[in-house]
Nanobody, 126 residues
Framework: QVQLVESGGGLVQAGGSLRLSCAAS????????MGWFRQAPGKEREFVAL????????YYTDSVKGRFTISRDKAKNMLYLQMNSLKPEDTAVYYC???????????????????WGQGTQVTVSS
């Protein structure tokens, strides 16, 4: 059973930084892709970034390119999202997600992922 547990959210002023962490357990993740999504109140869950666990290839939604960095520590089974130059519009609950069968064409679709964490709140004040 795959378990994903996020941490690191909080309240930060615009222009500040936060690093989110996601502890993954229950499986060997070598064939998996791991992603970060976010959901603001009243909005759909939105793709933020993805990394392939084995090769470390990364993908980002346009609105976070140059500001956010996704990474993983294979030895610790940890996924990270470094968020810099935060904006009020980045305010959302952030979720990590994992799946063994994600392709470039489906990585932005939340319902393609089998495993989710519980989410961590990020609030950016103006």
């Amino acid at each position: 059973q795959v378990q994903l547990v996020e941490s690191g959210g909080g309240l930060v002023q615009a222009g500040g930084s936060l690093r989110l962490s996601c502890a993954a357990s229950g499986r060997t993740f070598s064939s998996y892709a791991m992603g970060w999504f976010r959901q603001a109140p009243g909005k759909e869950r939105e793709f933020v970034a993805l990394i392939t666990w084995s090769g470390g290839r990364t993908y980002y939604t346009d609105s976070v390119k140059g500001r956010f960095t996704i990474s993983r520590d294979k030895a610790k089974n940890m996924l990270y999202l470094q968020m810099n130059s935060l904006k009020p519009e980045d305010t959302a609950v952030y979720y990590c997600a994992a799946d063994p069968a994600i392709s470039i064409g489906t990585m932005a679709a939340a319902d393609e992922y089998d495993y989710w964490g519980q989410g961590t709140q990020v609030t950016v004040s103006s």
